[in-house]
């Protein structure tokens, strides 16, 4: 297994459309418990293949909380196939956003299709944190960030302090 660096924004690697995956294979499962143990480090509930510069449909999640047992999930190719009427609210933040948060509405329940790490077909519902973590982690696959579902002043003044971090570390690492 291996810790893999995390991009953040504003880089143009997190606006593109990943591509499915053919199978999962060995490369793949090696990808997605790469990303386990990067999302584990960096203390995240989810983390999408773009996130660490990887072009596929993979995703992986873990929502249990501290002192639960795992609930590792490691998705390829999800389809949502049914979202609910009914919207809920979540403060979430992002580990390419690093230190920001904001409250975002989505519909509270989805039910699912995706292929696990063993390449079967799998079709599950959720609701709650995890059915807002996988519509979050499905967006980065379609190069979406959760600040593209708030206000432009919002989503202005996140990616600007963003920007300006950015700037300060490259400055002081020179
Ligand atoms: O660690 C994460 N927490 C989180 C909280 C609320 C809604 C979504 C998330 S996902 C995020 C990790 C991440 O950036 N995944 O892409
Ligand atoms: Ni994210």
Excluded at 64 to 90: C, D, F, H, V, Y
């Amino acid at each position: 297994m291996a810790l893999l660096p995390i991009i953040t924004a504003p880089d143009p690697r997190l606006k593109l459309k990943a591509k499915p995956v053919v199978g999962v294979d060995d490369k793949v499962r090696r990808l997605m418990d790469d990303m386990l143990e990067t999302m584990y480090h960096a203390i995240g509930i989810g983390l999408a293949a773009p996130q660490v510069g990887a072009q596929h449909r993979v995703l992986v999640i873990d929502v249990a909380r501290e002192g639960e047992k795992p609930q590792r999930m490691r998705i390829a190719n999800p389809e949502i196939l049914w979202r609910s009427e009914e919207m809920a609210t979540a403060n979430e933040g992002c580990l390419s956003l690093p230190e920001h948060y904001a409250d975002v509405e989505r519909p509270r329940a989805i039910r699912l299709r995706y292929l696990d790490h063993e390449n079967e077909i799998r079709e599950i519902d959720a609701e709650g944190l995890l059915a807002t973590c996988l519509q979050h982690e499905i967006d980065h696959l379609d190069g979406l960030l959760f600040v593209d579902h708030v206000s432009s002043l919002k989503r202005g003044m996140i990616l600007r302090k963003l920007a300006k971090t950015k700037r300060a570390r490259a400055m002081a690492a020179d």
